[in-house]
């Protein structure tokens, strides 16, 4: 996948304002991994994103429970966080072929522990501490720039 977009020193508002401005354009399904060390804003992201979409003050952090699950309207959207999966195979538990349905939006904490069983990401999101602040840097497939282009955050070839 290649990176596409590159953002620097992001405040929580400026933050939560990129999923925002995202959201929109996730009208079909998407998958998008969320990636970075503890406390890299992950779940800041995920919930902006979430509640941007319809699913209110309900969002909670899928640290324990590894997924939530919301219906809006006719949409599945699926919060997890893979942080405490020992194994892939804990996946299977999980029931992971319901998330390949290609109209539900996928948001994954910690995707480098779902192994091979998580559907193959549109969006990589990756983010950094720097300082107080937090670097992010996107890597996109086709998919993926078109969402981007979409919501004006990449410009049209
Ligand atoms: N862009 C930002 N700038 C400064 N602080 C931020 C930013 N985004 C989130 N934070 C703060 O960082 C802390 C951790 O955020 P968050 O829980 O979203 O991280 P996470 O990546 O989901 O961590 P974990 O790996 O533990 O799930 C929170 O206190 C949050 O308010
Ligand atoms: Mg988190």
Not at 50 to 70: D, F, M, N
């Amino acid at each position: 996948m290649n990176p596409v977009l590159e953002l620097r020193a992001l405040d929580e508002a400026a933050l939560v304002a990129l999923a925002r401005r995202l959201a929109p354009a996730l009208d079909g399904g998407a998958v998008l991994h969320l990636r970075g060390e503890l406390g890299a804003g992950k779940t800041t992201f995920a919930r902006a994103l979430l509640q941007a979409l319809g699913v209110g003050e309900r969002v909670k952090s899928p640290t324990y429970s590894l997924i939530e699950s919301y219906r809006v309207g006719a949409r599945d959207l699926h919060h997890l966080d893979l942080y405490r999966i020992a194994d892939p195979q804990e996946l299977e538990w999980l029931g992971l072929p319901d998330l390949a349905d290609p109209a539900a939006l996928l948001l994954v904490e910690w995707p480098e522990r779902g192994g091979m069983l998580l559907p193959a990401p549109d969006l990589v999101l990756r983010l950094g501490h720097a300082g107080a602040t937090r670097d992010l840097a996107i890597e996109a497939n086709a998919r993926g720039i078109a969402l981007l282009e979409r919501a004006n955050l990449l410009r049209r070839a």
